[in-house]
């Protein structure tokens, strides 16, 4: 069932085309990931859904229901939709319960301490639930602004930058908590992120922005392995030169494509490592053959130093000729 379908918007700031023409549609339980880069027009799209910003242009329809303006409303915002952005709206003096509790204040006590202590366990804030606000870490504010924004569950969540500024502890619980959400509360969210690999990690479906148009759309799997131009492959994660097929196409191909071979006759490219990264459960060679670099990924322990040369291989079928554009 769709619960949001955006039809043809289009924004303008001062002669700037900040969105062109959007068209997609949401359905009920589904995350959407919107991906792009600064200035593509992301935040401008979820302020257009959540109602706080009119578009110039096309229509956002919510359960079938065509939103009314901005403008035509006393408050901005809508009570179904839950925008959380980066600057959280917490009163600083109340506790983290309490700041919660007040997004449930028309509610009976029984209930409210009810769904308080269910939200602080969903977005683990248990431990700090007595903590004012003004003493929290950067990623406690965000979960409680989080929990605050599902105190009633909306028909649909917005979260712009859920992960900006976590650390990597923080960003695992809060992801954890957002898969436990997708599972308990069948909820449909549209989130704005820099991160691919949260990107593909969290979404069902991908939407990529490029300078205010929507340039491709799809699964994280379809647009990860059929990106349609460089612009999308390099957004959504590493991508390695094969060659300049002309000035408009580049052929590309993912670093977990590439292998490393002893076998000269296999080998499609004879470069030198210039780089180890160390990433945990693999290393990330970066290597340069006579065109340019090469990044890939291997599991085993360092079998390769910096100044060796190595054969690298992979499979046609894995590469892509795609426009630059
Ligand atoms: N209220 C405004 N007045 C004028 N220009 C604006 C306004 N809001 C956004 N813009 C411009 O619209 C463009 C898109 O902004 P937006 O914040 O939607 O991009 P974004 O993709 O979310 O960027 P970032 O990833 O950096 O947050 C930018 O060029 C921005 O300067």
């Known amino acids: 069932m769709t619960v949001l379908s955006v039809k043809s918007i289009s924004k303008t700031y001062h002669e700037q085309t900040v969105l062109s023409s959007i068209d997609f549609q949401v359905g009920r339980g589904e995350w959407v990931g919107v991906v792009g880069e600064s200035g593509s027009g992301k935040s401008t799209l979820l302020k257009i859904i959540g109602r706080f910003v009119d578009a110039d242009k096309g229509e956002v329809h919510l359960n079938g229901t065509e939103l009314p303006s901005v403008l035509s409303q006393l408050l901005k915002g809508h009570e179904q939709i839950k925008l959380v952005h980066q600057e959280y709206e917490l009163f600083p003096n109340q506790t983290v319960q309490e700041n919660i509790a007040y997004a449930l204040r028309f509610y009976e006590r029984g209930y409210q301490a009810q769904r308080v202590a269910e939200l602080l366990e969903l977005t683990r804030l248990t431990e700090v639930k007595d903590r004012k606000a003004k003493l929290l870490s950067g990623g406690e504010k965000q979960r409680t602004a989080l929990a605050q924004a599902l105190a009633e569950v909306p028909e649909l969540l917005l979260l712009d930058e859920p992960f900006a500024h976590l650390d990597q502890k923080n960003k695992n619980v809060l992801i954890e908590a957002i898969e436990e959400l997708k599972k308990s509360e069948n909820l449909t969210c549209i989130f704005v992120t820099h991160d691919a690999n949260e990107a593909l990690a969290l979404a069902d479906q991908l939407l990529i922005l490029k300078e205010g148009e929507l340039v491709q759309k799809g699964t994280p799997h379809e647009v990860y392995s059929n990106p349609n131009s460089v612009y999308v492959a390099e957004l959504t994660?590493?991508?390695?030169?094969?060659?300049?097929?002309?000035?408009?196409?580049?052929?590309?191909?993912?670093?977990?494509?590439?292998?490393?071979?002893?076998?000269?006759?296999?080998?499609?490219?004879?470069?030198?490592?210039?780089?180890?990264?160390?990433?945990?459960?693999?290393?990330?060679?970066?290597?340069?053959?006579?065109?340019?670099?090469?990044?890939?990924?291997?599991?085993?322990?360092?079998?390769?130093?910096?100044?060796?040369?190595?054969?690298?291989?992979?499979?046609?079928?894995h590469s892509r000729e795609l426009p630059t554009g």
Do not use: W
């Open 237 to 317: 994660g590493m991508v390695n030169d094969l060659e300049t097929v002309n000035q408009d196409q580049r052929k590309i191909i993912r670093p977990n494509y590439v292998k490393l071979t002893r076998n000269a006759e296999r080998s499609k490219v004879v470069a030198v490592v210039r780089n180890i990264r160390f990433k945990g459960a693999y290393y990330e060679y970066h290597c340069q053959d006579s065109i340019g670099r090469f990044i890939i990924f291997s599991s085993a322990r360092k079998v390769k130093k910096i100044g060796d040369e190595v054969l690298l291989t992979y499979a046609d079928k």
